[in-house]
């Protein structure tokens, strides 16, 4: 692979990861000179990155004032629930009725790596545990991964960015406390039991549940 093609690559995962763990705050200014001695690139990589992530929705750009993270809003987040509710649950259907073997074993598998982290560990900022989330990413996506259809999937999957972000918001807000864990294994067995109506019942459960915590989070707009 080019260089400069990989270069820009992982400044974009890196600015993305940034934005979606909240180490990069919602409505902070994202200047390219500070971006660039952050990453320790040039101008080119961080301005491609900002651009594409744009599109993702994850950064703004504002005429005369340049790019920062996008906002979080209730609205946004009411509109995100329920679409993603509604999209999840065609492509859960869709995986459980075809899904095969390896589909079964993608999902064990996923399922073990998300309870191999602590969500929220005991020696860094729970919004910044890149680990938990990027496991808990895979293993939502392994849920769905048997309806084998790529349209589909790539709508889920953009959904699932936008709420990524939440999700890290919600670690670090105060509120009941959830069985992570024993959320995720409820899923996976009404899954792999071939439970449609069960499993499309605790994800849409297991998602809302998220966006009414999010709700005692003070830094809506």
């Known amino acids: ?3 400069q093609i990989t270069r820009n690559r992982t400044v974009f995962m890196r600015l993305r990861e940034d934005i979606v763990t909240g180490r990069l705050r ?8 500070t971006l ?3 990453y320790d690139v040039g101008g080119s990589p961080v301005r491609e990155a900002l651009m594409r992530l744009e599109a993702e929705g994850l950064v703004v750009l504002e ?7 996008a906002e979080v809003s209730r609205e946004q987040l009411d509109d995100l629930t329920a679409t993603r509710i509604e999209i999840e649950a065609i492509a859960l259907r869709k995986s459980i009725e075809i899904g095969g073997v390896e589909w079964e074993a993608n999902l064990v598998s996923a399922m073990h790596f998300l309870a191999s982290v602590s969500r929220e560990p005991n ?3 729970p919004e910044r545990n890149a680990n938990w989330l990027a496991y808990h990413r895979e293993f939502h996506r392994a849920l769905v991964a048997g309806c084998r259809s790529p349209m589909l999937l790539d709508i889920r999957e953009r959904l699932f960015d936008l709420a990524e972000r939440y999700v890290a918001l919600s670690i670090s807000t105060k509120g009941d406390s959830r069985d992570h864990e024993a959320e995720h294994k409820a899923l996976m067995t009404a899954a792999l ?3 449609v109506d069960g499993a499309v019942r605790l994800n849409t459960e297991h998602i809302e549940r998220t966006t009414e915590k999010l709700k005692q989070f003070g830094g809506f707009k």
């Open 1 to 3: 692979m080019n260089i």
């Open 26 to 33: 919602p409505g902070e200014r994202l200047r390219t000179e």
């Open 193 to 195: 039991e071939r439970d």
């Open 123 to 125: 020696d860094a900022p």
């Open 63 to 69: 005429e005369n004032k340049g790019f920062r993270v």
């Open 36 to 38: 660039r001695q952050r």
